[in-house]
């Protein structure tokens, strides 16, 4: 989608691949990337150039910077079609080189072994490749009985809700997530939810507010409930592309794949008093920097002074 548009085209001249436009202009740069900022908008299209921000090129890598990690997010999670995309305007396959950290590292792994031919190598950063892994782990239950079981407790088909009415008289969308549902997680469901209330607020011009309460995405789904980051970032972008407002609650707990997705991205954000908001838990953060954290520490008075 964001691809279509990354075409450079020149007075008198036939269309050109995007690799051979940038060398072309990083010729003609000097070394100072404003030159490239010029042009931008030209070369990478609207979507793609009001989020992101080329910083610099040097041997042949061109740096983007993102206007927000849900953007990066987005970007990581359309790799296979962005490899297409330059693949199609004559850069070479060897010349692409696939890297992730975290869950992107996974989803590096999983298209490298599933597309081995697609790119020219690639590198994956991890912390849970320096652990074992466990061969005899077993679930308790089996993620069909945990549905089941999660529907049955809380008469939801999935961990959010989505409902349209009236607050003081004025028509509103909302999408509430619940945590009794195996934790809050993001499914495919849950994010098919969210992408089609955003689309009613849209269609009925409506505000569109979220209640979040998440522990993150659904582990059971994988890379497939980790894609769901990239599909309700992309349904926030077109509220804003239509001016409908925005508003995320954050309750407790929010956390994950949802505070690094839709849930950080509202116009307005409102803090649930000592709610606990962030992405990784407190116990992994410490072991990670060894260090005490504070007491408060995520809650949502303490991104408050932070703010402040």
Not at 26 to 31: A, H, V, Y
Not at 128 to 134: L, N, P, T, V
Not at 223 to 243: D, G, I, P, Y
Request: with cysteine.
């Amino acid at each position: 989608m964001i691809l279509e548009d990354l075409k450079h085209k020149k007075k008198g001249k036939r269309e050109q691949s995007i690799y051979t436009c940038l060398e072309e202009i990083k010729s003609s740069w000097k070394g100072n990337v404003g030159g490239l900022i010029q042009d931008w908008v030209a070369i990478a299209g609207e979507q793609l150039a009001l989020n992101c921000t080329p910083l610099n090129i040097q041997n042949k890598v061109l740096t983007i910077g993102a206007s927000h990690p849900q953007w990066r997010q987005a970007l990581q999670y359309n790799r296979l079609e962005l490899i297409d995309s330059f693949v199609s305007k004559g850069v070479p396959n060897q010349q692409i080189i696939m890297t992730g950290h975290s869950c992107g590292g996974w989803l590096t792994m999983m298209l490298m072994s599933r597309h081995p031919d697609k790119v020219g190598g690639g590198i994956s950063l991890m912390q849970a490749c320096y652990g074992k892994i466990s061969k005899n782990f077993k679930a308790k239950k089996n993620y069909k009985d945990q549905l089941k079981e999660a529907r049955r407790k809380t008469n939801q088909s999935d961990s959010i809700l989505v409902a349209h009415g009236k607050l003081d008289g004025m028509k509103v969308t909302c999408a509430a997530m619940s945590f009794s549902f195996i934790g809050g997680s993001l499914s495919i469901n849950s994010g098919h939810m969210f992408v089609n209330g955003a689309a009613y607020a849209i269609e009925n011009k409506t505000p569109f507010i979220v209640f979040s309460a998440s522990g993150g995405a659904r582990m059971q789904e994988s890379m497939l409930a980790l894609s769901q980051m990239t599909r309700t970032t992309l349904a926030v972008s077109e509220l804003k592309k239509n001016n409908i407002p925005y508003i995320v609650v954050l309750t407790h707990p929010t956390s994950g794949a949802v505070t690094a997705s839709f849930a950080s991205l509202g116009d307005i954000a409102i803090g649930e008093p000592g709610a606990t908001v962030g992405f990784a838990g407190a116990r992994v953060i410490k072991d990670t920097v060894r260090e005490t954290l504070p007491k408060s520490f995520q809650e949502t008075e303490w991104h408050l002074e932070l703010m402040i």
